[in-house]
T-cell receptor, first 112, second 116 residues
Framework: EAQVTQNPRYLITVTGKKLTVTCSQN?????MSWYRQDPGLGLRQIYYSMNVEVTDKGDVPEGYKVSRKEKRNFPLILESPSPNQTSLYFC???????????FGPGTRLTVL | DAKTTQPTSMDCAEGRAANLPCNHSTISGNEYVYWYRQIHSQGPQYIIH???NNETNEMASLIITEDRKSSTLILPHATLRDTAVYYCIVRVFHHGSGGSNYKLTFGKGTLLTVNP
């Protein structure tokens, strides 16, 4: 089954404690991206990747890092989480030259 | 970026067709119209997209006006499971250092409630 998986699905952490949210897709898609969703603000893109070792900033990249060492994985790293990063996060992937067509189930992050 | 305007909410009776409108009067000639939906806090789900011709797939039909300034998503036989927020999005291209970014800009969408 074609899918995008994210882990963990829920996470409560404290300010400053580094964390990683994993994202994996089994469709051999080149393009992957991360979004965050906040009430009243819709979904906003954090980072995207066109292919292995090729990443770039989206609209709200501050406080986040990503890496793309393998085509299937695109982890989101919060080196020093802060409460304003409390949000619902989605990973997405798609074939070449198309907007995201597959989204993961989401990761609900709370930073205390 | 082409902006879209959708009604905040709509109701539909189960089994009837749901027609969701979207205005995108500033759309440019090479921009596509995409529709997604999001069922409460789940990941967005791609529905359909089109450029200027009407499109149909197993989920829905997309009708785009001849001047491309508006479109309508049609769910032919709405079910309770179709209750969701529906987003009409015009695709934006951004060329970053990583190449073209097929970013999606999600607005507030339309909350479609399908009633029994």
């Amino acid at each position: 089954e074609a899918q995008v998986t994210q882990n963990p699905r829920y996470l409560i952490t404290v300010t400053g404690k580094k964390l990683t949210v994993t994202c994996s897709q089994n469709m051999n898609h080149e393009y992957m991206s991360w979004y965050r969703q906040d009430p009243g603000l819709g979904l906003r893109q954090i980072y995207y990747s066109m292919n292995v070792e090729v990443t770039d900033k989206g609209d709200v990249p501050e406080g986040y890092k990503v890496s793309r060492k393998e085509k299937r994985n695109f982890p989101l790293i919060l080196e020093s989480p802060s409460p304003n990063q409390t949000s619902l996060y989605f990973c997405a992937s798609s074939p070449p030259r198309t907007p995201p067509q597959y989204f993961g189930p989401g990761t609900r992050l709370t930073v205390l | 970026d082409a902006k879209t305007t959708q009604p905040t909410s709509m109701d539909c009776a189960e089994g009837r067709a749901a027609n969701l409108p979207c205005n995108h009067s500033t759309i440019s000639g090479n921009e596509y119209v995409y529709w997604y939906r999001q069922i409460h806090s789940q990941g967005p789900q791609y529905i359909i997209h089109g450029l200027k011709n009407n499109e149909t797939n197993e989920m829905a039909s997309l009708i785009i006006t001849e001047d491309r300034k508006s479109s309508t998503l049609i769910l032919p036989h709405a079910t309770l499971r179709d209750t969701a927020v529906y987003y009409c999005i015009v695709r934006v291209f951004h060329h970053g250092s990583g190449g073209s970014n097929y970013k999606l800009t999600f607005g507030k969408g339309t909350l479609l409630t399908v009633n029994p």
